[in-house]
């Protein structure tokens, strides 16, 4: 019988590199449904990768809402901070639609030790690291009920890993 251990190390470089296969996948959504403009795809990368930095992400999505705030289609990344992927997959797999009368909304959801920081130290964070949006609560039902989930690619680097999950 034989035994292994898996041990990882991973830095800023190997989070923005799992990233940049997030930021590509954000960058295509935004271009097949016409909802987002290149420089607001920008802005929220930038503020999604440094929470990442800073091991306040806990995961992220991008849907795709009608008019009365129903996801038609979404897509989730789940932080792994001790995964085991040492190289991640190719970023893909985003049929999106340019369905009228929708909108794109990126829907963050914050580590447990981002949530044991008080309001003054979420301010300056956001004042240090020179965030871009004015991020905010969401009431938008996260479930996905109605919609299939399909496990897509993992994204990662040395044991940091980004699994993405569609919803279509």
């Known amino acids: 019988m034989s035994y292994?251990?898996?041990t990882a190390t991973y830095t800023v470089v190997?989070?923005?590199k799992?990233?940049?296969?997030f930021v590509a996948d954000v960058r295509m959504i935004a271009r097949k449904t016409n909802k987002w403009t290149q420089i607001y795809v920008e802005d929220i990368c930038h503020d999604i990768v440094k929470l990442a930095e800073l091991k306040y992400l806990d995961k992220v999505d991008i849907t795709l809402l009608d008019k009365n705030n129903k996801a038609v289609q979404a897509v989730r990344y789940?932080?792994?901070?001790?995964g085991?992927?040492?190289k991640g997959d190719r970023?893909?797999?985003n049929y999106w639609p340019d369905t009228p009368d929708t909108r794109l909304n990126a829907i963050v959801f914050y580590s447990s030790s981002w949530h044991r920081l008080t309001e003054?130290?979420?301010?300056?964070i956001y004042i240090d690291h020179g965030f871009k949006i004015d991020w905010t609560n969401s009431?938008?039902?996260t479930s996905y009920s109605h919609l299939r989930a399909d496990s897509a690619q993992t994204y990662g680097s040395k044991g940091y890993e980004l699994s993405k999950t569609n919803f279509n």
């Open 4 to 6: 292994g251990t898996h």
């Open 14 to 16: 190997d989070i923005r």
């Open 18 to 21: 799992t990233f940049e296969n």
């Open 78 to 82: 789940n932080v792994a901070m001790d």
């Open 84 to 86: 085991r992927t040492m």
């Open 91 to 93: 970023a893909g797999k």
């Open 120 to 124: 003054e130290q979420k301010e300056q």
């Open 139 to 141: 009431s938008i039902d």
